[in-house]
């Protein structure tokens, strides 16, 4: 089993960043894809973005390409995502997410561990 969890997140005017952590403790060697998705008040939960365990590949949803950058540090077992360019609209609980197998896929169920979920609000 694995443990998440996740911090940083906070309260930003848009244009600004703010970098989000997530820390993964038990048995983090079952876990080779981590992800972050996100959840806006009355919306679905939503892929972000995720990285391989080498951390040579990583993917993003179009909404945040070229404004988020997903890293991860097996030494320390944390995964971290910097978001840069806030927009309101990235207002949102973010999820850190584990995947037991080595593929990266932007699909919810395929992902076995969560975290708790950390608030990012990004004012007008």
């Known amino acids: 089993q694995v443990q998440l969890v996740e911090s940083g997140g906070g309260l930003v005017q848009a244009g600004g960043s703010l970098r989000v952590s997530c820390a993964a403790s038990?048995?983090?060697?079952?876990?080779?894809?981590m992800g972050w998705f996100r959840q806006a008040p009355g919306k679905e939960r939503e892929f972000v973005a995720a990285?391989?365990?080498?951390?040579?590949?990583?993917y993003y949803a179009d909404s945040v390409k070229g404004r988020f950058t997903i890293s991860r540090d097996n030494a320390k077992n944390t995964v971290s995502l910097q978001m840069n360019s806030l927009k309101p609209e990235d207002t949102a609980v973010y999820y850190c997410?584990?995947?037991?197998?080595?593929?990266?896929?932007?699909?919810?169920?395929?992902?076995?561990?969560w975290g708790q979920g950390t608030q990012v609000t990004v004012s007008s």
């Open positions: 997410a584990g995947r037991r197998l080595p593929i990266i896929t932007t699909m919810r169920n395929e992902y076995s561990y």
């Open positions: 038990g048995r983090t060697s079952s876990s080779y894809v």
């Open positions: 990285i391989s365990w080498s951390g040579g590949e990583t």
